[in-house]
């Protein structure tokens, strides 16, 4: 499901590298001296040429650092999954928590037993529309804020080594910035929007279902 999403979202990762280059090209030689950066533009935009930057961009940095850039945090707790029981489920008031709790038993404590306890409900649940939809939105925003943070580290050395001036420079950077922040944040509320959807369609499960106490 995973694979399948990131293959639906890799045009508007294409898409979204070749509008970077553009805004690049404006915002650092300026439109008469942009003929290199027009050039990358362009290529960029060849749907061949932009799958292959594309698939090889989103994965040189691993899943764990993509969401560490994400959620700002490392280790087990880097997830929102680590806090389903704990912290989600207690503030969505679609989560009925009594009733989740009778289906699945005490609710595990430890990050990484949340985070396993959850990732076996998401399995039962994963074709769900509501499970899909925030699923392929963290998935895209998720990689759309680690191609900023790529770009950020690449095209600012980039830029001064070919002496553009330091305020067009500054101000690509900064565009960068701001990007990747709004990025991130749009795949860290798509991501807790995953987590809760998943425990909030478990509990609305009709009583006669069997209960997940041991999921598989």
């Known amino acids: 499901m995973t694979d399948t999403l990131k293959g639906k979202n890799r045009r508007l990762l294409a898409l979204f590298a070749a509008a970077n280059a553009g805004a690049a090209a404006f ?6 001296a ?11 935009a060849v749907p061949g040429l932009s799958a292959l930057i594309v698939g090889v961009a989103t994965w040189v940095l691993p899943a764990r650092v993509k969401e560490t850039l994400v959620f700002w945090r490392v280790g087990p707790s ?12 207690k503030n969505d008031p679609r989560i009925d928590t009594n009733r989740l709790r009778k289906r699945l038993g005490e609710f595990p404590r430890t990050a990484t037993a949340q985070t396993a306890k959850w990732y076996a409900l998401y399995r039962l649940h994963v074709t769900e529309p509501a499970v899909v939809d925030p699923h392929r939105a963290f998935l895209l925003f998720r990689d759309m ?16 080594l070919m002496n553009l001036p330091l305020q067009r420079v500054l101000a690509a950077s900064l565009g960068l910035g701001l990007e990747y922040v709004l990025l991130a944040v749009a795949a860290a509320n798509a991501g807790a929007r995953l987590v809760a959807n998943v425990l909030a369609i478990e509990a609305s499960a009709p009583q006669s279902d069997k209960p997940h106490s041991d999921p598989v």
């Open 34 to 44: 942009a003929t290199h950066w027009t050039v990358v533009a362009r290529a960029l």
């Open 27 to 32: 915002l650092t030689a300026g439109l008469p």
């Open 78 to 89: 880097r997830l929102p999954s680590s806090r389903a029981f704990s912290k989600i489920a």
């Open 145 to 160: 804020a680690a191609l900023s943070v790529l770009m950020l580290v690449l095209l600012g050395p980039l830029m001064l």
